[in-house]
Each structure stands twice: as C-alpha cells, then as structure tokens.
C-alpha cells in the first residue's frame, strides 16, 4: 500500500529521459477527451513538468489552465514552460478547487493514491455539469520489473529501510471503476492497452524506473549513497537478466495501461 508518510523527491531531467514514450499514453487520453467539450476551467493533477497542461491551453485559449502536482522540482520546471498557467504545488487527496471545473485530467497520478472508490466520486463532485473526468494509470503491479522491485527491495540489507516505501497497489477491476464512475457521471468508457516501449541505453529498465516507481526507494536511500548503490546495482542485475538488450541495443518493456473518462450528469 501506499505509504503517505514520506513524500518522494522527484527528478524532472530522468523523468523526462523516456519522454516519447511516455508522452503516448496522455496524449492517447487526451484524444478521448469529447470534441463538444468547451471547457472553462480546466485542471491537470498530477501535473508533472507540465507539457499536457500547457497542450489543454493551446487547445483551449479561452479556458483557465491549472496544474496540480506534489513535487515542487516538477512545478519548477512547469513554471518555466509557461508562466499563464496557474501551478500550484499541493496533493491530489484532498484538493478542492474554486469553482466547478469542466476538465480533470489525471495522467500516471492516481496509481499512487489509495481508496479509489472515496477518491474518484470526489473527483466528479469537483466537475461541472456535463465536465469531464479523463484518466490514465499504468497497470504496475501484476508486470515483471515491478515484481522485481518489490522481490529486491524486500531482500537485501536495504529491506528495512526500504519496509515504507511506496510500491504501487493492484488497481481495481474495469468492472469495478464503472461501478465507481456511475454513481456520477454517462458516457463512461473503459479502456486498457499494453504498450511495447522500444528503450535504448544500458540497463534501459533500472532508467525508466529511476524516472518513477523508485522514486520513493532512491528517497529513502538517499542518507546513505552506498546502500542506495548496492539496491540500485541488484536491482539493475535482476533487470538486466529479465530484460535483456537485443541484438539492435533495444531492451523492450511491456507497459499495460488503463483509462477512464466519464461525463458528470
């Protein structure tokens, strides 16, 4: 389970080293997003370094833009990407904005917040009528690398200081969201897709889990470098054998997605 105690330090340069592929699975959610929309208020939690928000205001000029996320590095460098973007450093649990809002966009956010069924009727209080909630999350937990994180992070002479950090929970069932998502909104639609990240550079896997879900890990660590090391070198060896680099100097990494976008009655 997530553990809210302590928060992770986010890195906006690693995060950014797989950014294409990244990119795909927000902007195939913002494709979604129903073209009679003509938002006002529009905000992005989770907003990372801010490149959807500033998309949503160059798609809608006329709207008030928003970006929401927990790391203040993340919001820094948003800031400097646009500066007519309202960016607010806060957490997603709890946030409550000024006015009802036609647009929540939750892009790789809500995998780290527990209680879904509280958390997502929330949400769709927060949307105007006929706004519009639209949201992606990686399927992490059931995949090989998380599996592997959780198996090294628990056995090494790390493990106890590792015993609290965060590893991402199972995400309920489609079914379940649209039982969640109807108590509030029509024309909910409920998608997965696996994508096949094409990676290049050495131990591609250990990279792209140093830009997210070993966050939490690399923050626990971070008072003692030699441990976090040694976590760091087990873990890419486990990595490295259950991804190998191909022949072409590829590694590909199977990434599940899910998306819910729903409209508030």
Known sequence: ???????????????????????????????????????????????????????????????????????????????????????????????????????????????????????????????????????????????????LLRQVAGEGPWAQVLAGASHLPPLPTPETYYDILSTGCDAIDIWSTTYLHVLTGENAVLEWMRGTALRPHLTALAGDPDLSRAFQDALGDALARAFPMRADGTTLLPSPRVFLTGRRR
């Open 1 to 147: 389970m997530i553990d809210r105690a302590t928060s992770p330090q986010w890195d906006p340069a690693q995060y950014a080293r797989f950014e294409a592929q990244r990119d795909r699975a927000a902007l195939d959610l913002i494709r979604q997003i129903p073209e009679d929309l003509t938002p006002r208020e529009i905000w992005d939690l989770g907003c990372g370094a801010g490149q959807h928000a500033a998309l949503l205001r160059m798609r809608h000029p006329a709207a008030a833009v928003h970006g929401l996320d927990s790391s203040p590095e993340m919001i820094g460098k948003a800031r400097a990407l646009d500066a007519a973007i309202d960016w607010r450093v806060g957490d997603i649990d709890g946030w409550t904005p000024d006015r009802p809002v036609d647009l929540i966009l939750a892009n790789a956010s809500l995998q780290w917040l527990e209680c879904h069924d509280r958390l997502l009727p929330a949400l769709v209080r927060n949307l105007s009528s006929g706004g519009v909630l639209a949201v992606q999350m990686p399927m992490a937990y059931e995949t090989r690398h998380h599996g």
